[in-house]
DNA sequence: ACCTGAACACCGTTCAAGT
DNA sequence: ACCTGAACACCGTTCAAGT
């Protein structure tokens, strides 16, 4: 309203330092674990590429946690969540929205881990929440089974991709995972007797995405044949 | 054999300077997290509690994650694997086994958290592995299809141990609480309707050891009537 | 209210040099 | 082979002081 009584210059022109926000100091996180990874993305470092001290960014964001939870939350609002409303057997589509938050967890697999340990609790996140409660109930899960359900899926989703995102970015995956083949292979069948008939090949079988998949659809027949332990509420 | 070369007064005296071993630090880095927790545990801090220099541990641990993995693997010889022998119904003595295995980790929590990303990979963590395998094997369970069980089961477990860990040693756990409680009922019923119609109690509900041991149950269940994609071998 | 520089109190890991 | 001190390259967070 009153005229600026910044500096002269600045009308229009490219501001050399835009102004602090939080949704820039997140936008700046995102853009700088694109390009460098989640570990390069550290108060010091996120104050260097804004032009200012990491002191400044406590004032919008509490700490790193709450800063990965806030970057998680902005990529949440990519899942497709059109599967909720669409035609189809409820357990299809229910698969389809867990896979879609799968895959951006995939592509970000830093912020998976943290998601283990701390929970995003933004719209987008309770959108996500939203479709999978309404495809249960289209599935006739009683309401509060589904409640509990809810975190039993979308943490399965979460943990795979955690660990597959450790894995991928480790440079000695290959180095443990042949470690972790000879010591199954030199496990004392006598000591480990189940361990030897079912074989090392066997246990660390199938493709990531195959197991995931399987994994919902053993959650899916567990949760419509396991009834809460508490007599439950009527829808 | 030869007598000592070393300076005099070492025959049977305190040892003011034990030798360096690897398991001699990892009883140190146990004793240490007992004291004051896992974040305390750090190379700099254990070199000093065993009065040398952190560069020295690395003779004997690669890194911290393979520290943690070390330190785990020997409470994991604590888990009480009888009811794998024992009489009764195989799901029963099942989620016997598992919260053996949860109750460890619960105590350690910060263990947990690692174990979600490096897996463990002694023989303490084999014989609970073989244990879960006896089980499933026993319930019938298709070998495999058991190998791919164990996972969801050690996970689930370890994945309720790590999010119940972070919450206790977190001061802020009520606050968090009651913030996203508020986040949930300010959601809007129109946008969440689902959500909404549960309601953020409902989704909250249930203690920890109830909702796991429900988890148990519908992953056994689940894993009782779901099939492997491929054609099973059999057993 | 917002922003800052500086400080506090630390980290993991590597490496050349010693024994 | 094992052990060490010192160095490298960083961290998160707080706080008094400025605007």
Known sequence: MAPSTRPAGNRRERPAKPALTRAGIVDTALRVMAAEG?????????????????????????????????????????????????????QDRLVQILTSYTAILFGHPGLAQSALVTRPNGPAYFGLVDGVLALLAAGGIPGGRAAWAVDLLLHLATSAAAEQGTREHAIDTQDEDEALLAALRDAPAGRFPHLAAIGAGELMSGGGAERLSWGFHVLINGVIQTPRPEPEATS
């Open 38 to 90: 989640l570990d390069r993305v550290t108060m010091r470092r996120l104050a260097q590429e804004l032009d200012t001290g990491a002191a400044s960014l406590y004032v919008y964001v509490r700490n790193t946690a709450e800063l990965h939870a806030a970057m998680l939350e902005e990529l949440l609002g990519q899942i497709d969540l059109s599967p909720v409303t669409a035609d189809g057997d409820w």
